[in-house]
């Protein structure tokens, strides 16, 4: 059983990270996961959270909001649409992502006055952002 | 015959204008050079993200429920068709490919009785098209001000097109953009974004059996939006990568033509030096005899 595998986080604009990694801690919609080695080939979507990549040189945190990660034979990927490392995260960043959740939030209520679905979804958002901004230690308004 | 001073004059402002021409092509260089490495790096997020909707969009594609922006919404009457050109001019035929597939497009739709609706991006391309095809603006995306094209840029364009899409306002959306080939080709190509189609993966036998969190339909329905705003931020990068190589082969190509005009005149005005002395020699001579 091999003890690491190719791990790749990349956003639209870049590629952020193509390493070895030992195990990998998703954010996925459905609750967190840790892919290893050989696990069964899964694709789920991500929730705004950290993602922590443990690898023989430590571990690694990103935040990421938006997209999916594909867990393959070969490895994991993780196509973020927004991927930042954590330690170049900033209150200003977080505060921009809450509003733009807010923003999301207060639309969905306005255009789907009858309809829970899309309303639901964009309190998950913008919940998951503020959930996730604590667990940076950074404070949300 | 323009007299020396004129020519002189004129040998001068060709001169001025091989030197701006020279630095614009150096300066389209450059840009390219970052443009391409723009692009380069969206490559591997824009395959994967293909690859899975492929294997996504098989799977679901076929059964009822899928979702519209998938499936399409059963009709094509409505046509979107979203021009993206460039904000700057000095470009060679650039715009002038894209607009003039895009209003080939048109024509043919509208012939075909079908309703045509434009959404421009990139001032250029919205002066050319206003021309035949004014009354069917929806709309323009100024990106002006935008120094680097970001994804959040791709984001805001994908978000005007959706909207219109659940409002019912289309029913299949077009993008045009040049595809950059290399520095002295590009191409320009239509790309139909909604309904999405991408290609599915070859069946190679060994197709790996995925679970989905939370479910294909779930899955497929969050990326699909996510996959416009690919497609169009992947344009976006080709466009900019195709406008500075047309740029920098339109200076290439002015800079050369400056220095044959700048030949010419040159000789031009030795010859006619030469005709003035000449001149100015025989009226000596022919006064000397007089004597």
């Known amino acids: 059983m091999a003890d690491t595998m190719q791990f790749d986080l990349v956003s639209p604009e870049r590629l952020l990270a193509s390493v070895q990694a030992t195990s990998v801690q998703i954010p996925g919609a459905d609750g967190d996961m840790t892919a290893m080695p050989d696990h069964a080939p899964t694709i789920t979507t991500l929730r705004p959270g950290v993602l922590r990549v443990e690898g023989a040189s430590g571990t690694t945190e990103y935040v990421v909001t938006g997209g999916f990660a594909e867990i393959g034979a070969n490895g994991v990927s993780v196509l973020a649409e927004r991927a930042v490392p954590k330690a170049d995260m900033t209150q200003e960043d977080l505060d921009a992502m809450i509003e733009e959740a807010k923003t999301v939030y207060s639309t969905a209520q306005e255009f789907f006055e009858n309809e829970p679905g899309p309303v639901d979804d964009a309190a998950k958002l913008l919940s998951d952002m503020v959930a996730m901004g604590e667990d940076i230690g950074l404070t949300s308004r | ?291």
């Open chain 2, 1 to 291: 015959m323009p007299n020396l001073k004129d020519l002189k004059n004129r040998i001068a402002s060709v001169k001025n204008t091989r030197k701006i021409t020279k630095a614009m092509q150096m300066v389209a260089a450059a840009k390219l050079r970052r443009a391409q490495e723009a692009a380069e790096q969206s490559r591997p997020y824009t395959e994967r993200f293909n690859a899975v909707m492929g294997g996504l969009a098989a799977s679901v594609g076929g059964s009822d429920s899928a979702p519209k922006l998938l499936s399409g919404t059963g009709s094509d009457q409505v046509q979107l068709l979203v021009v993206m050109t460039s904000e700057r001019g000095l470009c060679g035929g650039f715009n002038s490919n894209i607009v003039k597939l895009a209003k080939k497009r048109a024509g043919e739709l509208q012939a075909a009785g079908k309703t045509v609706k434009i959404l421009t991006v990139g001032k250029k391309g919205r002066d050319q098209m206003k021309r035949d095809f004014g009354d069917t603006f929806i709309g323009h995306v100024d990106l002006t001000e935008v120094k680097r094209v970001g994804y959040v840029d791709a984001q805001g364009i994908a978000k005007d097109v959706l909207t219109r899409f659940d409002a019912g306002e289309f029913d299949v959306a077009t993008i045009f953009f040049a595809k950059f080939v290399n520095v002295v080709s590009q191409t320009p190509t239509a790309q139909q974004v909604i309904p999405a189609s991408f290609e599915a993966p070859e069946d190679d036998g060994a197709t790996t059996l995925y679970d989905y969190e939370p479910s294909e339909e779930a899955i497929l329905a969050d990326l699909l939006p996510r996959g416009v705003a690919t497609a169009i931020f992947s344009a976006l990068l080709e466009n900019g990568a195709s406008e500075q190589g047309a740029r920098m082969s339109a200076m290439d190509n002015a800079t050369r033509n400056a220095g044959d005009m700048i030949d010419k005149l040159t000789i031009q005005y030795n010859r006619s030096r030469q005709a003035v002395i000449t001149n100015e020699l025989i009226e000596i001579i022919s006064g000397a005899e007089a004597l």
